[in-house]
């Protein structure tokens, strides 16, 4: 950037920095009323609350069967990261390495449900998912997280497998490997760390995707959002410090997924560069 | 894995043809090649030259012809199946794999005992000169040093066939000459049959015993070295061959195969190259080193002088000719601009093409 | 063009019958580009076709079966009745100024922010919003903005305000909720288009005389706008779909009755699913309609390569 001292430059660069500097001050602020409220005895009209404790932990892990929550939402997690993977990967090769006709077509295939939003397509994808059987069971929540993170898993993959030299490939085979051999000294070797960004940041995305369990999840089917949104919602049956103790365990969760992820991936990529971008 | 071992004679091609969509990007391409040859393929880009080789590296199939080696047809078989050692253009490393297990990774896929790929490998990597440099990655290296790893990658399976598609493009000017030496010698030591893939006509003529000239996925000449050098059979050959004048005349006669070319009043003259009767249009190709400033005379070219350069040893001189044509030349000294050179060609080294209307 | 032949085994057998001397058919396929690594693209193709195209088609046709009247009947009744086709205006009217606000703030702050040494701490901080998702974030403003919450809490010290300003329950809530989650996404996609600038051009303008005002607006935003309008397409389908904070944050029966919750209701309420595939097409067809707007009008613009020279 070029150094502009005037005057009208500094107070421009001054103003931008001031929003910056308020937005992330309101941002932690609210995570912190979150943070300060589950551990607050009562806290009523005052700046800080009256008395400290952690049983609103206690309480809210038994009222909400926390337990049973957090498994079920690792297991949909778990198991959504590991089909995106196994259908995605594949797929982001073919478009990767290969151009045929229909492949536009097939691009924007993959492209759509990740440009529209989950609420949109949700409703007629949970009324096949009911009318199917699927829908309140675990099954059906995993079937419906697929849909755009099977989709995000080929648009992470694509520009990276494009970036690895084919002629390394050629030279495999010219050098006597087969197809077996080829994926497995040099395909894969090459590919984890794309296949293991993509996956991290599949797994953040998932545990924070609301509608789509929202729409298809059964009293036993339920994961940690979209049993958090029903505390909320029934907000005033349950003490509010119980609601935040479950809001903060929710938040611990993502966000310790997002630190791991962020140790290996940037964090634009958690909002899925569209792809002419990626292309740079 | 039976072709690797096997000795042979000649790899053939027949009539080979690549089609791209209704694009010919080979068409009837033959060519026979002995064992332990250097074979350059030349041209510009878009000749033909890659498609030949990943023809043969099974890289590309082909859509007509064969390939042959001896009386095994192979033009079928998958690239793994060929046997063939190739160093590749930006020399395709295995980024995850260190030097070692590079230069060892064709002697695993064909199953050789650990303990002789261990000494085989270690004698590649003597031949190309990187000890102490086995452990690291491909992206700690020099470009040099990849470009020697590669090689090694390429020979330590001791193919029949070792293919290079213009390895030395990546690398700077000095690193170029180095590299090329390097070749020359570790070709001279094994003796591997070489098909080589370049667009720089230098490089082919100091590595290659035979040089393939291709143009527009045709054959244009095949000979040594020394035989295109200074007797190109077509133009777009003397073009790759450094001719860099074309002056276009009327052919007057023909005497002992040198030709004499009219252009206006100037005479030129030549080694005929081509069929071609008095009367007809005819171009005459020079070097710019065999295009030397004279007296004036009757029958030299005039042409003005548009710059000159200092090229160390000489002058090289820039002028515009009769018809407004670009001519460079050798000349004697720093030339005025605007001033008047008589221009007249060694005519045992320009050669005489039929003109474009004959 | 290198191409690899690796074609898994089942494509070689299922061309064995026509082998050996015509081997066309797998080769005319393949100079397509339909060989065995292509086939690596069905399961993932088939799956999104069973659960996305088909729902969606389903959900198409299902809307033109109502549970009573004629073939239109659930559109003629969300065209007539004001409680139902007042929520497009409504969701209109949170989703186009707040995007347009996160698409403005986006392109400042990016291009003040892409060369601070400490980029990545910032997008870090501004990632969390996104991944934590409106549930949380609603959650956190109910406390935050509050009637008793620390953001009027300092108003109310600092003599800006005499009394506690409402801010939830209302318009607001979900305009803010909106702000926090789609500032930061609008800006990293911002920033990433702005990273691929090349500083050079920006450079090469200054030695002609261009001041930092002139530079912004003759080379800096036309490179922008493109990957702009895409932000801006991007930002607006999400703003548009606003649920869960609509619902918490907002007055749902009220000023933020958004389509989403009117296409709930019909579907979870009153187990209309005829109607809410309606309403759901309805919502789709306005993004669509909105996005095209965006696009078209960016067919007049630049979109060709960023980077000074050639690449």
Redesign the interface.
Same mark, same amino acid.
């Given at each position: 950037m070029i150094k502009d001292t005037s005057l009208t430059a500094r107070l421009w660069s001054a103003a931008v920095w001031a929003f910056i500097v308020f937005f992330v001050v309101n941002l932690f602020a609210m995570i912190g009323s979150v943070v300060t409220s589950s551990f607050a005895t009562r806290w009523l009209g005052t700046w800080l609350p009256a008395g400290w404790t952690t049983r609103w932990y206690g309480s809210a892990w038994a009222e909400f069967q926390l337990g049973e929550v957090l498994t079920v939402t690792f297991q949909a997690v778990f198991l959504v990261v590991l089909f995106s993977g196994l259908l995605g990967v594949p797929a982001a090769y073919a478009l990767a390495r290969r151009d045929f006709k229909g492949k536009r077509l097939l691009m924007l295939l993959f492209l759509l449900p990740l440009l529209i939003p989950p609420i949109t397509f949700g409703i007629p994808l949970a009324t096949v998912l009911y009318q199917t059987g699927f829908a309140g069971s675990l099954a059906g929540v995993v079937l419906a997280n697929l849909v755009p993170t099977v989709p995000f898993v080929v648009l992470v993959m694509v520009p990276f497998i494009e970036q690895i030299d084919p002629k390394i490939e050629a030279a495999a085979q010219v050098f006597g490997a087969n197809t077996s051999r080829l994926f497995l000294h040099v395909l894969l070797p090459l590919l984890l760390p794309g296949i293991l960004a993509a996956l991290l940041l599949v797994l953040v995305r998932t545990i924070a995707i609301f509608e789509l369990t929202f729409l298809v999840a059964g009293p036993t089917s339920q994961t940690l959002v979209v049993a958090l949104y029903y505390a909320v919602f029934a907000a005033g049956v349950r003490a509010v410090q119980s609601i935040d103790a479950m809001a903060v365990i929710y938040m611990v969760t993502t966000l310790i997924w997002l630190v791991i992820a962020l140790r290996f991936v940037n964090p634009t990529q958690l909002v899925g560069r569209p792809r002419e971008q990626a292309a740079h | 894995?039976s072709i690797h071992a096997a000795n042979f004679h000649e790899l053939r091609l027949e009539r080979l043809g690549r089609q &791209? $969509?209704t694009h010919n990007a080979l068409d009837d391409v033959s060519l026979t090649i002995r064992k332990g040859e250097f074979i350059a393929l030349l041209g510009p880009s878009g000749c033909g030259k890659s498609t030949t080789l *990943?023809c043969i =590296? /099974?890289?590309?199939?082909s859509?007509s012809g064969g390939i042959w080696l001896d009386d095994k047809r192979i033009d079928?078989l998958? @690239?793994?199946e060929?046997? +063939? /050692?190739?160093v +590749?253009? *930006?020399y =395709? #490393? &295995? @980024?995850?794999m260190s030097v070692r297990k590079n230069i060892a &990774? $064709?002697l695993q896929?064909?199953r050789v005992p650990s303990a002789e790929i261990a000494r085989r490998v270690e004698e590649a990597v003597a031949l190309v000169r990187l000890n102490g440099q086995e452990d690291k990655l491909p992206g700690q290296l020099s470009g040099g040093q990849q470009q020697r790893v590669a090689i090694a990658?390429a020979i330590v399976?001791e193919p029949p066939l070792v #293919?290079m598609d213009e390895p030395l493009s990546n690398l700077d000017a000095k690193l170029r000459l180095e590299m090329r030496a390097e070749m020359r010698r570790i070709h001279n030591s094994l003796g591997a049959t070489t098909i080589y893939v370049t667009h720089d006509q230098e490089e082919a003529l100091s590595l290659a015993d035979r040089i393939v000239v291709l143009r527009d996925g045709t054959i244009r000449q095949v000979g040594t070295p020394h035989e295109l050098f200074a007797e190109p059979d077509h133009l777009d050959v003397a073009d790759f061959m450094g001719f860099r004048n074309r002056v276009e005349g009327t052919l007057v006669s023909t005497e002992g195969g040198i030709a004499e070319i009219a252009v206006g009043e100037a005479r030129l003259h030549g080694r005929l190259r081509e069929q071609i009767r008095p009367g007809a249009r005819a171009v005459v190709a020079i070097r710019p080193d065999d295009l030397i400033a004279v007296p004036a005379g009757a029958d030299t070219l005039a042409a003005s002088v548009i710059s000159s350069e200092f090229r160390g040893r000489d002058h090289v001189g820039f002028a515009q000719g009769p018809g407004g044509r670009d001519l460079v030349f050798a000349a004697p000294r720093a030339l005025a601009v605007g001033e008047t050179v008589h221009l007249q060609a060694e005519p045992d080294r320009a050669v005489v093409f039929a003109g474009a209307d004959a | 063009m290198t191409s690899l032949d690796t074609s898994l085994p089942r494509a070689r057998n299922a061309t064995a019958p026509v082998a050996p001397e015509a081997v066309p058919l797998r080769q005319r396929l393949k100079a397509q580009g339909y060989d065995g690594i292509t086939l690596l693209a069905l399961p993932a193709a088939g799956f999104l076709v069973l659960l996305f195209v088909y729902p969606f088609l389903y959900g198409l046709f299902l809307s033109f079966k109502p549970k009573a009247g004629g073939l239109l009947a659930n559109y003629a009744r969300f065209f007539s009745d004001p409680f139902l086709y007042e929520t497009i205006g409504k969701t209109l009217w949170l989703a186009v100024p707040v995007t347009l606000l996160n698409a403005v703030l986006a392109v400042p702050v990016a291009l003040r922010v892409r060369d601070i040494r400490y980029q990545r701490v910032l997008t870090t901080i501004l990632v969390v919003p996104i991944t934590l998702g409106t549930v949380l974030v609603a959650q956190g403003l109910l406390n935050y903005l509050g009637p008793q919450g620390w953001f009027n809490r300092v108003l109310m010290t600092a003599g800006i305000i005499s009394s506690p300003v409402k801010l939830i329950h209302n318009y607001w809530g979900v305009f803010l909720s909106l702000l926090i989650t789609g500032f930061p996404f609008a800006f990293l996609l911002t920033l990433s288009y702005v990273s691929g600038i090349d500083r050079n051009l920006e450079r090469s303008a200054a030695t002609l005389g261009a001041g930092g005002w002139e530079r912004f607006r003759r080379i800096l935003l036309p490179l922008i706008l493109p990957g702009l309008a895409i932000t801006f397409c991007l930002s607006f389908v999400q703003a548009f779909a606003v649920f869960p904070s609509a619902v918490l944050l907002g007055s749902p029966a009220g000023p933020t009755r958004v389509i989403s919750i009117a296409a709930y209701q019909a579907a979870f309420e009153e187990y209309d699913y005829a109607m809410a595939s309606a309403i759901a097409m309805v919502m789709g067809a306005v993004q669509l309609l909105v996005v095209g707007l965006v696009l078209g009008a960016r067919g007049f613009l630049y979109r060709g390569s960023t980077a000074g020279g050639k690449g």
């Open positions: - | 894995m &791209f $969509g *990943n =590296a /099974g890289l590309l199939v859509t079928r998958r @690239p793994e060929r046997g +063939f /050692g190739m +590749f253009q *930006n =395709a #490393l &295995f @980024p995850h &990774f $064709g896929m064909r990658r399976i #293919l | -």
